[in-house]
């Protein structure tokens, strides 16, 4: 009889899978899975036999490349707004993979304690979901985070030292290793080194190593669908395809222009489409 779980860890060559009955099983991947190069990430959902081999893998309903998970519906990109410092830009970058890959996505802004809040309301401003946090009040109310992050897989994305750990111990009352960062360097330490799946009732969410420059490998017309609070405008552009750069008659460039449209987030998408592939 085989028996169906979801893979919560990986660690050197084991696989940790939960079935519906709450039970973990330690497994090792079958030779004909390694011959056919198919490698189990944390979220897929696998059969495995009582021998503890992890025999098969199901079909992936989404797959996230940077942090590699698969099946994951919703994306809490953590932001602190100091210590590390704001970027409006790594912000942009992450919203735009997120986005290309159609998943949902919510905006954690941490360190509201430490840091200017206008991100949070720039961010509120084009649409997005957003939450300030301050994570060091334990009794702080994250009811509102709670109740976007059920029924749901979740993962925390970010860079290092931003508070991804500190926000998951907070949400589902869990101790896991967190460090303060370097001040000299102004960024964390790579606390967390391994992605694994965490839950409480009906919360599930992945905590991930936080890693910080990444290429963004999209096209200039993939990016330019990967801006989701973009559309709304760009229906009115004159032409289907508009890159919304030299375009004459671009409705997305004249909401830039008359204020609407957050000054940083076309600059940065104008950024982007420069480094962009063809
Ligand atoms: N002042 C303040 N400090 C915070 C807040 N959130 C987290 N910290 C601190 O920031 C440091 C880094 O937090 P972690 O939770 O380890 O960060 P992380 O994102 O998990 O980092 P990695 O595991 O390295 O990716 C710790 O010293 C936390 O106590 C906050 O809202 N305010
Ligand atoms: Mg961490
Ligand atoms: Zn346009």
Request: hydrophobic share 40%.
């Amino acid at each position: 009889m085989l028996k169906k779980g979801q893979v919560i860890k990986v660690i050197s060559g084991f696989f940790d899978v939960k079935t519906k009955d709450n039970l973990v099983y330690r497994l090792r991947g079958s030779g004909s899975l390694r011959t056919k190069k198919l490698l189990p990430i944390v979220g897929d959902y696998v059969l495995f036999k009582e021998d503890l081999i992890l025999c098969e893998i199901e079909k992936r309903n989404s797959y996230l490349i940077r942090p590699k998970v698969a099946n994951v519906d919703q994306v809490v990109i953590v932001m602190s707004l100091s210590q590390p410092s704001f970027s409006y830009i790594l912000l942009d970058k992450f919203l735009a993979i997120i986005q290309y890959q159609e998943l949902d996505v919510i905006i954690v802004f941490t360190k509201m304690d430490l840091g200017d809040n206008k991100p949070y309301f720039d961010y509120l401003s084009q649409g997005f979901k957003c939450f300030l946090i301050n994570n060091l009040l334990k009794n702080e109310n994250f009811i509102d985070l709670k109740n976007e992050l059920k029924n749901k897989l979740n993962v925390f994305t970010g860079q290092s030292g931003v508070g991804k750990t500190s926000l998951l111990n907070n949400l589902l009352n869990l101790n896991e290793k967190t460090n303060d960062i370097s001040l000299a360097l102004g960024r964390g330490k790579h606390t967390t080194r391994v992605v694994e799946i965490f839950e409480l009732d009906d919360i599930k969410i992945i905590d991930t190593p936080g890693f910080g420059k990444f290429d963004l490998e999209l096209t200039k017309s993939q990016l330019s669908t990967s801006f989701f609070d973009f559309k709304i405008w760009s229906k009115k552009c004159k032409f289907i395809s508009c890159l919304h750069f030299k375009e004459e008659d671009c409705e997305v460039k004249r909401q830039y222009q008359n204020g609407s449209l957050l000054k940083t987030r076309y600059e940065n998408y104008i950024k982007m489409l420069m480094e962009a592939k063809k």
